[in-house]
């Protein structure tokens, strides 16, 4: 039986919505600015998360500040910020785009639970709910709070009381496609918004006498909706819990009230909106202020009422770490994983570390969920234990990508590669990997790559490694004219590598290799302009290289494709002899830079390639390296300047456009000036000789990699136009 108040008893319900339902927080501004007492919260998905934090003290004005703060773009990502990643993890984005991820499991082909990765939510949610982390029972919270999901199994409305609760408004907002379920207590748990979307009944069922109900519901769209596959499910879901949304509005007696705010086109993932939201949010509730005015208290009662938060501090300041525990995961090793964290036993607790702790172990790609909590200290001591929770990936430890490389100058002449990759990881408790790569096309190629952490210090920034690495791969080159483009000469070049490296990570700056490698080339003539009479060589080539090899890497772009900030430089040395058709010592330098910056919506990119082999001219098919092509001295051919020496600068300028169609990270224009050369000997290089080459293009960074559509030109070359998917 419920204490009596005196006056009827107030129930808040917020609906579901997506970024919609930022809209409750302008509508609690108008309800604490009227004096208007709430006893019950229920809520459901985004209307959970703002009725649960609202629930457990945090105030109006306070969850504006906060979430106007949060960087919606960066919280819902597939992954950790890349320059957080490791250079292992880095590196493969230059091979196939890291957005579409499959997985092999148990002899079948798995795919994703969701599109994007909970992670950034679940720390979001943890930060503001460390105050009442003792809470269990959610009758216990400043306000009394329900939060409602969907048993996946069943199909049945759960209605969460008690535990954890920033799992709990997670599980609320487990949007079916999007977030992955959550498991709580045995149950699978998905967005409660199928079942019951704005859960007046579980308000009433807590007493409520009054029911303010928040409806903030994306409609059902019209027939422009329908012309897509995601725009069908959209549609579907929508309809789905407009129906429950309308068996609940029918609930409402006379004395409730509805505030329904006029959101226009907003969308359920306009989160960058936020702003539009409260204020949109707030003017719905002031135009329902003459119903929501009977239910104001004077000045007196209601700071009578007012809930006091259980704790001042919102950022659990005091509390000591007395163990750290890692749980969860069956696949991979959480002893050589505790290893990694900067948080440790004895030190204050601090949410901002044990944040970067969470991200640390997300950015391996394992994980499905990482999240942590606190939990009693171990008995006897005087703290509490930090506890990262993991939930491995059902479609891992094997995982399979695939890219795609295709480009054509509208001319006749095209490029066609598809790749696959397979990863293998933590065959042993180290965290060994087994990486494979098989391209098909104009470029046939086959690699693998045995990666083995040694582990000899607890350093993430000394934790040495050796690699074994063989590759094959075959490709015609052909021989042009410098000046004209005219095609002189076909060559197939058949390279073959073997390797062992050891080498050291630099944390997340970049990884240092040092080894052997073993390369035997073989060149072919398939073709020969005899009217041109150009004299080409040997019709046939072939020779091994055996040497010791460096390579040292810094990588800190945001992004391997469209960077908009940050800095990456390679340096490769190689030192060694050759054996066969050419017969001495050499040696190989190649260097390459990249420096990006930005002011708003506008990029500007320097890089840098210089490139020397120390070589013989035995046949122009032999020459070590090229330039020519898109982005590669735009307005020459692919490889229509060749020689064992290659250098090339290009400056580079991207706007970012304001519309992110489906599957990509967003639409840029961009352009290029560049100037390079290459040259055969030495004692040929000059600056003066530089060439010079110019692009104009629309690009968009897609799920299986670069698209580009663009313009080029040289001075001594031709104009263009080209097309290309995958890197240039």
């Known amino acids: 039986m419920l204490p009596s108040l005196g006056r009827p008893r107030i129930g808040l319900v917020l609906s579901g919505g997506g970024a919609r339902g930022l809209a409750h927080v302008g509508v609690l501004k108008v309800l604490e600015e009227m004096q208007i007492p709430i006893d019950v919260i229920t809520g459901t998905s985004m209307g959970a998360i703002v009725g649960g934090l609202y629930a457990s003290g945090m105030r109006a004005t306070e969850l504006e500040r906060e979430l106007k703060a949060v960087a919606w773009a960066d919280l819902f990502t597939t992954r950790v910020a890349r320059p957080q990643l490791s250079q292992r993890r880095k590196e493969e984005d230059f091979e196939i785009s890291p957005l579409v991820e499959l997985g092999w499991r148990n002899g079948e082909l798995q795919v994703p639970l969701s599109a994007v990765s909970s992670r950034g939510l679940e720390s979001l949610l943890r930060r503001y709910t460390l105050p009442v982390r003792d809470v269990q029972r959610f009758d216990q919270l400043p306000i009394r709070f329900r ?82 596959a995601v725009g069908l499910t959209a549609q579907m879901l929508n309809l789905l819990t407009e129906q429950n949304v309308q068996r609940s509005l029918a609930t409402l007696g006379p004395a409730d009230v509805l505030i329904a705010p006029s959101l226009g086109t907003l969308t359920s993932g306009d989160f960058s909106q936020a702003r539009d939201f409260f204020a949109l949010g707030e003017a719905g509730a002031r135009g329902r202020s003459d119903r929501l005015a009977p239910l104001a208290l004077d000045a007196q009662a209601y700071a009578r009422w007012r809930p006091t938060p259980p704790r001042p501090d919102r950022h659990g300041a005091g509390a000591r770490i007395a163990a750290v525990r890692i749980e969860g995961s069956t696949v991979t090793n959480p002893e050589r994983l505790l290893q990694m964290l900067d948080s440790q036993p004895g030190q204050p607790f601090d949410p901002a570390v044990a944040e970067r702790d969470t991200a640390r172990l997300a950015a391996g790609g394992d994980y499905a969920r990482t999240d942590y909590t606190l939990a009693p200290g ?64 104009e470029v046939p190629r086959l690699s693998t790559e045995l990666y083995h952490p040694l582990a000899w210090t607890s350093s993430r920034a000394s934790d040495w490694f050796v690699a074994a690495h063989a590759g094959l791969e075959r490709q015609r080159r052909t021989i042009f004219e410098p000046d004209t483009a005219q095609e002189l000469a076909t060559f197939r070049r058949t390279t073959g590598t073997i390797g062992l490296d050891i080498g050291q990570p630099w ?106 082999s120390q070589q013989s001219n035995i046949s122009s098919g032999a020459a070590r390296y090229v330039l020519g092509g898109f982005h590669r001295l735009s307005g020459y051919q692919n490889g229509q300047l060749l020689g064992n020496h290659a250098l090339l600068v290009r400056l580079g300028w991207t706007l970012r456009l304001s519309q992110a169609p489906t599957l990509t990270r967003g639409f840029f224009v961009g352009a290029t000036l560049e100037a390079g050369n290459t040259w055969m000997d030495r004692s040929d290089i000059a600056l003066r000789g530089l060439r010079t080459g110019m692009s104009v293009y629309l690009g968009a960074d897609t799920g299986i990699g670069p698209l580009y559509v663009g313009i080029t030109y040289a001075p001594k070359g031709q104009a263009g136009l080209a097309l290309s998917i995958g890197r240039p």
Do not use: C
């Open 507 to 612: 944390g997340e700056f970049g990884e240092l290799r040092l080894g052997w490698s073993r390369v035997s080339l073989d060149n072919r003539l398939l073709l020969l302009s005899g009217d041109l009479g150009v004299v080409v060589g040997s019709r046939r080539a072939d020779w091994t290289e055996n040497a010791l090899r460096a390579k040292a890497v810094v990588d800190q772009l945001d992004y391997a494709n469209f960077p908009t900030a940050g800095y990456r430089g390679a340096l490769e040395l190689w030192l060694g002899r050759r054996e066969g058709a050419l017969r001495d010592s050499f040696y190989r330098v190649e260097a390459e830079g990249t420096a990006v910056r930005s002011v708003g919506r506008h990029t500007l990119e320097l890089h840098l390639l210089a490139q020397t």
């Open 147 to 228: 939060a409602v999901a969907t048993d996946m199994e069943s199909g049945a409305a759960v209605v969460l009381d008690s535990g954890d609760l920033a799992l709990a408004l997670r599980s609320s907002m487990s949007v079916p496609g999007v977030f992955s379920p959550t498991e709580v207590n045995g149950r699978v748990l998905g967005d409660g918004g199928l079942v019951n979307n704005l859960p007046i009944d579980v308000a009433r069922a807590l007493g409520a006498d009054v029911v303010i109900a928040v409806n903030i519901g994306t409609p059902p769209g019209g027939r422009e909706t329908l012309s897509s």
């Open 378 to 441: 171990p008995r006897g001591e005087n703290g509490e234990t930090l506890v990262f929770e993991l939930e491995d990936k059902p479609w891992g430890p094997n995982y399979l990508s695939l890219g795609l490389d295709l480009s054509t100058d509208l001319s006749g002449r095209s490029a066609f590669n598809l790749k696959i990759s397979h990863n293998s990881h933590w065959l042993t408790r180290n965290g060994t990997e087994w990486r494979n790569r098989l391209q098909i096309g």
